[in-house]
Every structure is written in structure tokens, then in C-alpha cells.
């Protein structure tokens, strides 16, 4: 009952806006408003909009109407409200990490995602033709001046007071423009019905997991805001068997070590050995932070096929 009430909700969503803005060159949602509202001033003047289907259509203003939204849950509003006097920050420890991946199970089995898709990626990373390979797991950012939040014309992803950004597959109509604004690749479309779709249908959604995912809809990295609310560190924080991960509170200049629960501090953390941001060249200002792969912890071996070498 509660899965047909949230795809009603959706499809009610939907069927207000009437039709999905899916292209650059066509208008977006804000558009679409100061459309509605120019009615009476423009009478049988058109627009061009594309269809779910892909089909470039032409629509009379007169036909547009504003999007009303629908009242929001009690786990959607405090979803985006976020945890006040929190700043949350990771820190990745490139040295320690030797692709054990356990960090993408967990995020996996906690987001309702098959094997082949990804919250979290470990990649593996060579700078320069004579320089030392490394392996680097790579999550959503989580950017101060994020990119995808500003081009998403319903509002449906978003960041929050305490720096998590967020997706509402409730509101998500699928266009993906978050994902082509996203210079870090962090999003995943949700082209086929989930895994597991069946088991939990009947769940409740919960913005801060985005479970249960829904098919046409975006997802990404959450920082694990639904254990952050119950006072546990992130699923893979917590799963990596190497200590590859810190998380805290940049308010509270501490950071929680996943594997040996060791507590330090955040700005020595990053000042002592050298942390930086991806791509700061671009202004997006990451909450996630690296520490160079110097003085590794064991010897790299870089056949991913391997499965010995996995763990």
C-alpha cells in the first residue's frame, strides 16, 4: 500500500508538471513557470518540450500550469533539514587502501544496488608514465558549491545544513542533468528496475538511504546520513578492513579512524601529511579529502582480476 501511495505520489508529481523537460535548449522547470504565468499575455504562443519518450513536441502556454508540489513526508523534511551544528567530512588514506573493496560491498548491500553499480568506486590510479600505481576510492564529493544540485529543475537533489547532498527519488523525474553537471562522475541512473525491487516494495522510502531506489530515478553517495542520525560512521567507513577511512565533524576538528576507531584531528590530519581535494581548479569545493599513497602499507599489485589480490 505504501509503495502504491509513493508511485502515485510520483506519477501525480509527474502528471502536474505534464510533460518531462528533458534536453539543453529546452526549458526547465523554472521556465515552465514564467511560462504558466505569461499565459494571459501570450495567447497560442508555443513552446518546444520533449516527451518521457523522447519526442520533440510543440505545446500552447495556455495549456501549461505550475507544478504543485506534494506535502512532504516527516523522513523527507528532516532528510533535507540535515543535523544541525554538523559538518561532515571524510578523509581517504590512499596509502592504506589495497582494493579489498569491502568499502563497495557494504555501500551495495545498504543502498539496495546490484554488483554492477556503484556509490562508491575503487579505481585504479597512475599518474605518469614513471610514477607508482595506487588504488583510490572515489564517492560522491559532496561539494560546498556543488554543480548537479544547481542544474536539477525540480529541486530533487539538494544540500543539506550539515554538507551531505541529498536525492528525493520522490521528486527525481529522471532527466539527468545532475549527472552530466557532475565533474566527478558520482551519480548512477537507475535504467532497470532495482535489486531486490520485489522484497522491498512495501518500505516506506527513506530519503537519506534512497531506499527503496526506484527505476528512472538518480542515485549517488549519501555519507550514510541514516546511520550518521543514530551516531555510527558511514557503511563503507566502517566495512574497510585496512583504515583507509576517517569521518567527523569539521565543527568539532575531529575525524574517526573506521577500522581503528582511533579519534584525531581533522586540520592536523590533512596539514601533517599534504591532504588534498580533487579538481579544486574548478571551485567545487569537495568535502572529501585525500591523503597521498606515500609509504604504502603493502606492495601494489594491480591484476584486479585476481581475486586473491581483492582482499
Known amino acids: 500500500m505504501k509503495e502504491e501511495t509513493s508511485n502515485n505520489s510520483r506519477r501525480k508529481f509527474l502528471k502536474s508538471v505534464g510533460l518531462t523537460v528533458g534536453a539543453a535548449g529546452v526549458v526547465s522547470g523554472f521556465s515552465l513557470l514564467g511560462a504558466a504565468k505569461a499565459v494571459a499575455q501570450e495567447p497560442g504562443e508555443t513552446v518546444n518540450l520533449l516527451t518521457q519518450d523522447g ?7 495556455n495549456q501549461l500550469r505550475p507544478t504543485v508540489s506534494e506535502p512532504l513526508t516527516e523522513l523527507q523534511k528532516r532528510g ?3 543535523i544541525a551544528g554538523k559538518s561532515f567530512v571524510m578523509v581517504i588514506d590512499l596509502s592504506k587502501c589495497r582494493n579489498a573493496r569491502k568499502c563497495m560491498d557494504a555501500c551495495q548491500n545498504h543502498h539496495q544496488l546490484r554488483p554492477d553499480q556503484h556509490h562508491i568506486n575503487v579505481l585504479q590510479m597512475q599518474d605518469a608514465e614513471h610514477t607508482a600505481p595506487y588504488f583510490m576510492p572515489k ?3 559532496h561539494c560546498d558549491n556543488p554543480p548537479c544540485t544547481k542544474v536539477c529543475p525540480v529541486d530533487a537533489t539538494f544540500k543539506r545544513q550539515d554538507g551531505i547532498v541529498l536525492i528525493d527519488n520522490e521528486r527525481c523525474i529522471g532527466c539527468r542533468f545532475c549527472i552530466a553537471a557532475c565533474p566527478y562522475s558520482a551519480r548512477i541512473f537507475q535504467w532497470t528496475e532495482p535489486k531486490d525491487a520485489e522484497k522491498y516494495k512495501d518500505l516506506t522510502y527513506n530519503i537519506e538511504a534512497n531506499v527503496p531506489q526506484k527505476k528512472g530515478t538518480i542515485s549517488k553517495c549519501l555519507f550514510s546520513a541514516d546511520r550518521l542520525r543514530e551516531n ?3 557503511s563503507c567507513v566502517s566495512s574497510c578492513p585496512n583504515g583507509v ?3 567527523g565533524d569539521q565543527n568539532e576538528d575531529a575525524v574517526t579512524n573506521g577500522t581503528t576507531h582511533e579519534t584525531v584531528r581533522f586540520s592536523q590530519l590533512i596539514e601533517e601529511n599534504a591532504g588534498y581535494t580533487l579538481l579544486p581548479e574548478l571551485g567545487t569545493k ?4 585525500y591523503l597521498p599513497p606515500k609509504n604504502r602499507a603493502f606492495e601494489f599489485n594491480g591484476d584486479l582480476l585476481n581475486e586473491e589480490n581483492l582482499h
Open 55 to 61: 519526442q520533440l513536441v510543440q505545446v500552447d502556454k
Open 139 to 141: 564517492p560522491c564529493q
Open 286 to 289: 569537495p568535502r572529501v579529502y
Open 232 to 234: 555510527k560512521l558511514p
Open 80 to 82: 533535507r533539514e540535515g
Open 245 to 247: 577511512y576517517y569521518f
